[in-house]
């Protein structure tokens, strides 16, 4: 029950830390020893506060995400992994529906300014989260509480021209 509580009073940004992560794995193995009745209820709970983590990988030479979708419950915790195994930059934004087109298009006219800690993202409504823009052979941590409402929230790279193939 503690253990539970810890996981409660974690934000959603920390409940992607590896500290919380390891302590809802533990509380699954202490609550897999425990009479069923009670096992499933507290798992039941750190399922629900536990964060979904996405790997989500770019394909090398081939302009794509290596997943064209991927689902999560409304309003859970969310870290997408963004392994960039490509030779060129990318990043990975998460748009409202239907707006690839309108955020890649603003993408593509802004210019990019160095110490920029999110280039190639334009202020818009209809960019809901982005991570920063990775590097060949590098990593990034995008982590958000999905919107509340559900529905399809593409998600799109918009270093410039790669929106119209990179998206999902």
């Known amino acids: 029950a503690s253990i539970v509580r810890f996981v409660e009073r974690a934000s959603p940004e920390q409940r992607t830390q590896p500290h919380v992560v390891d302590a809802v794995q533990l509380g699954n193995d202490i609550a897999a020893r425990l009479p069923a009745e009670q096992s499933t209820s ?3 709970k750190l399922r629900g506060l536990a964060a979904t983590v996405v790997l989500l990988r770019t394909v090398r030479h081939e302009m794509r995400y290596d997943k064209r979708y991927f689902a999560v419950e409304a309003g859970s915790t969310v870290q997408i992994i963004l392994d960039n195994v490509d030779v060129m930059p990318h990043n990975v934004v998460i748009v409202a529906s239907g707006a690839i087109e309108a955020v890649g298009t603003a993408a593509e006219l802004l210019q990019h300014r160095p110490g920029q800690d999110k280039p190639f993202v334009p202020a818009m409504d209809e960019v809901l989260f982005a991570s920063r823009l990775v590097q060949p052979d590098r990593r990034d941590r995008l982590s958000f ?7 399809e929230y593409p998600y799109v790279c918009t270093f410039p021209g790669h929106w119209r193939r990179r998206y999902g």
Do not use: F
């Open 145 to 151: 509480a999905a919107p509340s409402q559900p529905g």
């Open 42 to 44: 507290i798992r039941k």
